[in-house]
């Protein structure tokens, strides 16, 4: 008889089709086998999940840590200890806020030194679009980036230019070639940069001036534009952290065109609005803004019809200091990376009726297929690893301050009451977060 090394029974499995009740066997950090009862098999360690549910370990395909170069903002070992906690298990980190932005292979190599040595979870990391790099695409693509990531209007960060339109074509013929996939900041630069100054110059602090001078009509504009260069040039993009509804109908008709995009949101589009960001300040700051309560709700409609394709944290922390003061100067980041499923549950689960099997997509099976990980991540089967997060849904708690990971300890969610409570994160079998704390690896 076999001897596992691990074997967590009696937890009820949240499939992508499914909720269903069975036990996992884990041998050399993969699910060696799934089975209704696994009572008469042997294992080194048992664990038993009876009243908890396992979520595969998710994929949060957009975090920025900031390292190097900009360390005190966050940081790999900060950053992936608060996933950790979170339930996350794999992360994808941007190219920009780190410096050097990951734009060649230098920068690839300093950065994924770091990470190997920091991360308590599994990464990959993003490669960036900039006017001038398009020679380094291939060099990038060869180091095993996730994607690339362009941005279409300011990036809020010098060192990370935006693309203009003639560097966002070449870059898409390019990566078109490679097979790879460009995800967007689809804003239209003229127009936040026109009404941003307007609002400046009136010095408008207000939460309803800044949603509006970044209005819904901007990521329409530069998503249709966008989607015009992806049928031209047939590259494969991925638009980030959409912020209305009003944004996915031009993407839910490429598909059905056969274009190939996928889209993603992000918690804080889910959870908070302009009217929180009106009570919170510069701590709910991001870029696309939030948007009336409306909006939330008919996003929402979206991840639970399956149109939103992935949802990632978007995890853009800063110091402390620059989420205080003017509205306008602040930064524009929310520190979210820890509390991505806390939200899910509370806001979709408990009080929209998600089903959980919409976090195993979305957060799971979709971004695992959309970026080429599906044969070792994103669903709890034999063969896979065995990432595996076990929740207590029915355990409430309000999040603390000092719950948080992060280095800068901020977040808009602090004081808020969530149901569902991660209890153990298992990364290919080892546990790296248990009962309230990481585990070092
Ligand atoms: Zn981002």
């Known amino acids: 008889m076999a001897l596992y090394d691990v074997i967590i029974r009696n937890g009820m499995l949240v499939k992508e089709e499914e909720v269903v009740k069975a036990d996992i066997a884990i041998i050399e950090g993969k699910i060696a086998k799934i089975a209704a009862d696994l009572s008469d098999a042997a294992g080194k360690e048992m664990v038993d999940a009876?009243?908890?549910?396992?979520f595969p370990g998710l994929i949060d395909s957009h975090v920025h840590f900031n390292e190097p170069?900009?360390?005190?903002?966050e940081g790999i070992e900060t950053g992936s200890k608060a996933l950790a906690a979170g339930g996350v298990t794999t992360f994808f980190d941007m190219p920009l806020n780190s410096h050097p932005p990951t734009i060649n292979k230098d920068a690839f190599d300093l950065k994924n030194n770091i990470a190997k040595e920091k991360s308590l979870v599994d990464y990959r990391l993003w490669g960036g679009v900039v006017p001038g790099n398009m020679d380094d695409l291939e060099d990038l693509m060869?180091?095993?980036v996730i994607g690339f990531k362009a941005f279409m209007s300011g990036?809020?960060?010098e060192d990370f230019e935006a693309a203009d339109d003639?560097?966002?074509?070449?870059a898409m013929e390019k990566i078109a070639s490679l097979g790879g996939v460009l995800a967007v900041?689809?804003?239209?630069?003229v127009i936040t940069a026109q009404l941003g100054k307007i609002t400046s110059d009136k010095n408008n602090q207000s939460a309803k001036a800044f949603s509006e001078s970044r209005p819904i009509y901007s990521e329409v504009e530069a998503v249709q534009r966008i989607l015009a260069y992806a049928e031209a040039t047939k590259c494969s993009v991925h638009i980030v952290?959409?912020?209305?509804?009003?944004?996915?109908?031009?993407i839910i008709n490429a598909k059905k065109k056969?274009?190939?995009?996928?889209?993603e949101t992000c918690p804080h589009y889910l959870s908070l609005t302009v009217d929180d960001l009106e009570v919170l300040g510069p701590i709910a700051k991001c870029a696309p803004p939030l948007r009336e309560q409306a909006e939330v709700d008919h996003l929402w409609d979206a991840v639970i019809s399956g149109n939103i394709d992935t949802i990632g944290s978007d995890h853009s922390p800063s110091l402390t200091s620059m989420k205080k003061g003017s509205l306008l100067e602040a930064w524009g980041g929310i520190s979210g990376c820890q509390t991505t499923l806390n939200i899910l549950l509370e806001e979709g689960y408990w009080k929209r009726d998600m089903p959980l099997t919409v976090i195993a997509k979305t957060m799971g099976t979709n971004p695992a297929k959309r970026f080429g990980l599906e044969a070792q991540k994103g669903s709890i089967a034999e063969y896979k690893d065995a990432d595996l997060v076990l929740v207590d849904l029915n355990e409430a708690f309000t999040l603390e301050l000092e719950d948080l990971y992060y280095r800068n300890k901020q977040s808009p969610y602090v004081g808020k009451t969530y149901r569902g409570k991660v209890k153990q994160t298992f990364l290919k079998g080892q546990l790296v977060f248990d009962d309230q704390k990481v585990v070092p690896s």
Do not use: M, Y
């Not at 009876?50 to 396992?54: P, Q």
């Not at 003639?166 to 070449?170: E, Q, S, V």
């Not at 900041?185 to 630069?189: F, G, L, T, V």
């Open 50 to 54: 009876k009243g908890l549910h396992i």
């Open 69 to 73: 170069g900009r360390g005190d903002w």
């Open 142 to 144: 060869n180091c095993g």
């Open 155 to 157: 990036s809020g960060i």
């Open 166 to 170: 003639h560097t966002l074509f070449a």
């Open 185 to 189: 900041h689809a804003e239209s630069d």
């Open 241 to 250: 952290h959409i912020s209305s509804v009003k944004v996915l109908e031009p």
């Open 258 to 263: 056969g274009i190939n995009v996928t889209v």
